[in-house]
């Protein structure tokens, strides 16, 4: 099994460096931000409006979640980030909070590669990150909202969330990202 954490190589070019994860704080407000519109613009420009690209309200949503928590739907008032560089650059990052939405334990805010790192297995490894950090402290399950329009959702079921409905994924057990770690061991 490939290493989630290692990004692939890329056909006829040197392999990318591998990508640095790191947690991120406030302060990485405006990185978080720009990855987050630039991601959007670059992988599904049809499905966004101006209120994506609105820089102002972006930065202080995102500040707040990660410096007093999420105040979405049944969260309960925390939320964290990691935040993706490769060659010193941020390239990614996703996001979580603890909630009671949809029966699970967390739940999936955001997770975004910029297109042009895209397939390489940066998302793979911030999921990684996420789920293994959860299932270590006790977690066992984690919901994910999504534009049902959006083509990524595959991403999830992929990595093995399930569909609960157009919008909505949930992984069942975490235990699948410990058990990878595992066997890398
Ligand atoms: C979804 C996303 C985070 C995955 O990160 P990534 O680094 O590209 O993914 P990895 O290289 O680790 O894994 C590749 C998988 O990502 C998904 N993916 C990557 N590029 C894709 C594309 N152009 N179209 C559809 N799915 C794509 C696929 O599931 C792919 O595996 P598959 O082709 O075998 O199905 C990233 O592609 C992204 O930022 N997409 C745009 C933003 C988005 O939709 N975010 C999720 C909504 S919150």
Redesign the pocket.
Known sequence: MDNPVR??ASHGTAEPAKPHIREATAMDTDAIVAILIA??EG??PHLIDDHDRDVPFWTNRWRRYLSEGSRAQQSRGDGFAFLAESDGRPV?FAAYHHTTRHGADAELQ????LRE??????????LWVIGGRLYAEGSRTMC?G?DSR???K??YL?HGAVEINRHWARWQDLGMFAQVKAEER
């Open positions: 990004p692939h991601s959007k992988s599904f990614g955001a997770i975004y590669v790192a895209q397939g390489r297995g940066l998302g793979t490894a911030l994910v999504y959006s083509p990524y595959r991403f992929k």
